[in-house]
């Protein structure tokens, strides 16, 4: 039986007529006559009353329509529910992650929780924050890494996703140093004459987000001039040690660069931005080896859902 049998016999019942049903299957009349007696010759049985027009259906056709209806269903269903069954049977985990959090603080995440849970291979789609945001509500991934903070909350709190905070880190000003004295090239002054070169993230960036919302409006004593903007904290953290500005970077990505003199601070601590390291997960997830992560983790916060 093929499928396509089960389409031409609803849009006939619908239509009462072999010539409009065929223009709207874009077939010719006689292939799609040939179509629905193929299906009554399957069946064993005739779905219309071909003596009355439009045409009628039979006891069994009438019969046959929600049993047509709902082996469609059943057959769109079939890609989702077999993806199911073998996610659920995989041990692959699938993450999608912010760029710094994959560069620094996940290779060592999973390192780490290699010696509490026995995984296969990792798939991972590192990205902005928008996009892994996107991913994880279409319920491509298993789960997302990425930094937050509780007074910014993202769609995915409002749609109660469940996540753990798995570490800290913080959002510090700093700059590269001047050759002579090593102090900030580009520090915040209260009052300065000149404003000073900020390197800002994009809109798309969740770390831009965070930024905005805990320093909007404090700045108003501060005299600061964007003068390049980018998605990614990797990259403003080339333009800093580049000297072209200061720009507000993760701790996690540039504790070298602060070990090494490379970078230093371009403002007190209180300029400094306090994150979480969150990992949200799927309301429901299907593969035995997730569900077996999440158990596994060490939380220092773990939310009502989880």
């Given at each position: 039986m ?18 409009r049903a065929?223009?709207?299957?874009h077939?010719?009349?006689p ?35 929600s049993v ?7 057959i ?8 199911a ?20 603080f ?24 928008q996009r892994?945001?996107?991913i994880?509500q ?11 903070h ?7 709190d ?28 580009f520090s915040?002054?209260?009052n300065?004459?000149?404003?000073v070169?900020?390197l800002?993230y994009?809109?798309g960036?969740?770390?831009?987000r965070?930024?905005?919302?805990m ?31 200061f ?7 540039i ?7 490379r ?17 949200y997960r ?15 983790i ?5 939310t009502l859902?989880?």
């Open positions: 093929n499928p396509t049998w089960l389409e031409d016999f609803l849009v006939l019942t619908k239509s009462g007529n072999f010539s065929a223009q709207e299957r077939v010719t009349q292939a799609f006559s040939r179509r629905i007696r193929a299906l009554e010759e399957w069946l064993g049985v005739e779905l219309f009353d071909r003596t009355h027009q439009p045409l009628g259906l039979t006891p069994t056709g009438l019969w046959f329509v047509a209806q709902r082996v469609l269903v059943d769109e269903q079939l890609p989702a529910q077999a993806q069954i073998s996610q659920a049977h995989s041990n692959t985990l699938r993450f999608a992650s912010t760029h710094a959090l994959s560069f620094t996940l290779p060592k995440w999973l390192r780490a929780m290699e010696s509490r849970i026995t995984f296969g291979g990792v798939e991972l789609v590192s990205d902005v924050f892994c945001e996107s994880m279409q319920g491509k991934t298993h789960f997302l890494l990425t930094h937050a509780a007074l910014v909350p993202s769609t995915l409002a749609l109660d996703f469940p996540y753990i905070t798995i570490g800290t880190e913080a959002l510090i000003p700093v700059s590269a140093p001047d050759f002579e004295n090593k102090k900030p090239l915040l002054i209260a300065a004459q000149a404003p070169p900020l800002a994009s809109a960036s969740g770390l831009g965070i930024v905005r919302a320093k909007e409006g404090a700045s108003t004593n501060y005299a600061v001039d964007t003068v390049f903007t980018a998605d990614l904290a990797t990259v403003l953290k080339t333009m800093v040690i580049e000297r072209r500005g720009a507000w970077l993760p701790t996690g990505l504790e070298d660069e602060l070990d090494s003199g970078l230093v601070h371009a403002a007190d601590a209180s300029w400094n931005i306090e994150l979480e390291v969150r990992l799927q309301p429901v997830i299907q593969s035995a080896t997730a569900n077996a992560l999440w158990q596994a060490p939380a220092t916060k773990k859902q989880g």
